[in-house]
């Protein structure tokens, strides 16, 4: 019976530097193996842009919020904007004269100028009530 330390003779050894010899000058492992290290590397590299992109576009977010860049001002002033423009074509537009229509315009300033000194003004007068605490 053998036991696991039987020792292996020259000609098992021979034979098995044989297939690795054959293994090793092989063109198609060789080929299959460069395939396959260049599929990974191909991989790693889509890896390490695809994670520099968001690390990048997180940056550049962290930069905009940190000096107060918001990306709400574009559209508010896109909007202002066209209420500009709707305002102006309305006027254009108008079945009314335009004598009629600058007047009911400086009629509608005035009440929001009047409206705006009230609040400004008001704010100015307006002082809290103490607060009663255990004074009482």
């Known amino acids: 019976m053998r036991t696991f330390r039987n020792e ?5 050894w021979a034979r098995f530097a044989l ?6 000058t092989d063109a198609k ?20 842009k695809q994670k520099f992109e968001e690390t990048t576009d997180r940056l550049d977010d962290l930069r905009n919020a940190w000096q107060g860049n918001n990306d709400w001002v574009v559209p508010v002033m896109s909007f202002v ?10 006027m254009l537009f108008a079945p009314v004269s335009g004598r009629e229509a600058r007047a009911v315009l400086r009629d509608k300033a005035a009440d929001v100028k009047s409206k ?3 609040i400004a003004g008001g704010a100015g007068k307006f002082r809290p009530a103490r ?3 255990t004074e009482g």
Do not use: F, H, P
């Open 8 to 12: 292996t003779t020259a000609k098992q």
């Open 19 to 24: 297939k690795c010899g054959l293994l090793l």
């Open 29 to 48: 492992l060789w080929a299959a193996i460069n395939d396959r290290v260049k599929e990974r590397a191909e991989d790693v590299g889509d890896t390490m």
């Open 81 to 90: 904007g066209g209420v500009g423009v709707g305002v102006g074509v309305g």
């Open 116 to 118: 705006v000194n009230d």
């Open 131 to 133: 607060a009663t605490g």
